[in-house]
């Protein structure tokens, strides 16, 4: 199974984790239909409208006073995030015991690079992570 994320979003998870160090990231991420993106290439030529593709981040600490207080996650949107990034700044590159899971985890581990990024499912297993130059639409508050 092929995980695609869009470089865009790829380069601000790497920021983040490192900007993180020591500590360790963990950012949940939701994904936006193919068909919505902008910047279509021959890369997306072949994908269905309909593939999810790994296009926003949700700051983890976006909500950080609400939830200590109420135990409510305010900090991720109703709709959910379909996958979580997590960095491991002394390794391994894998899915660990102590990661929050979702249906696909991106790891990264230094050097803070984008091809330092892994995609596995729940169960640790690797997946193919095939990286999109596209943009997802822009959201407007009305």
């Known amino acids: ?10 380069e601000v998870l ?14 949940p991420i939701a994904a936006t239909p193919a068909g919505e993106l902008t910047g279509l290439d021959s890369q997306l030529a072949d ?12 700051l ?3 909500a950080g006073s609400v ?3 109420f135990g409510v996650d305010l900090g991720t949107p109703s709709g959910g995030a379909q996958a979580r990034f997590v960095s491991h700044p002394t390794g391994p590159r894998a899915v660990t015991k102590t990661d929050d899971l ?6 990264a581990v230094p050097p803070w690079e984008v091809r330092t990024v892994t995609a596995f499912d ?7 992570l095939r990286r999109l130059d596209a943009e997802p ?3 407007r508050i009305e």
């Open 67 to 69: 939830t200590a207080v």
């Open 137 to 139: 639409p822009v959201e």
């Open 47 to 58: 994908l269905a409208p309909g593939t999810p593709v790994l296009t926003h981040f949700y």
């Open 1 to 10: 199974m092929a995980v695609y994320a869009t470089e865009g979003l790829l």
């Open 102 to 107: 979702a249906g696909v985890v991106l790891v």
């Open 60 to 62: 983890p600490d976006a």
């Open 14 to 27: 790497i920021e983040f984790a490192a900007d993180r160090e020591p500590e360790e990231a963990n950012v």
């Open 122 to 128: 729940r169960n640790g297993t690797e997946l193919e």
